[in-house]
């Protein structure tokens, strides 16, 4: 049996948001992978950063819950492309 999904109300911006703009295709290995563009990837370690240290503002981290959760998708999705090429 399955266990319930639990929900936990978060404020973030949309991962989908930056589908667009944050996201890349990259061969590795002969795998085609979804990564972060360098801009995105930069902004996600200053934003680590700073929570780190406790200096996010409400928006940071609302821009750091979804750029976070984006991140545990594309690392679902590359585990699949990985399994099943």
Known sequence: MMN???M???S???PSSWLRSGIKVEK???VNLVKF???MHFRAEELLEKKKAGFLTPEEEA???GISEL???LTF????LIAHP
């Open 37 to 39: 563009t360098d801009e």
């Open 71 to 73: 991140e545990r998708i």
């Open 77 to 80: 999705v590359n585990a699949l």
């Open 8 to 10: 936990t109300p978060v």
């Open 4 to 6: 319930p999904q639990v």
């Open 63 to 65: 821009e750091y819950a």
């Open 12 to 14: 973030m911006i949309e």
């Open 28 to 30: 590795v290995d002969n």
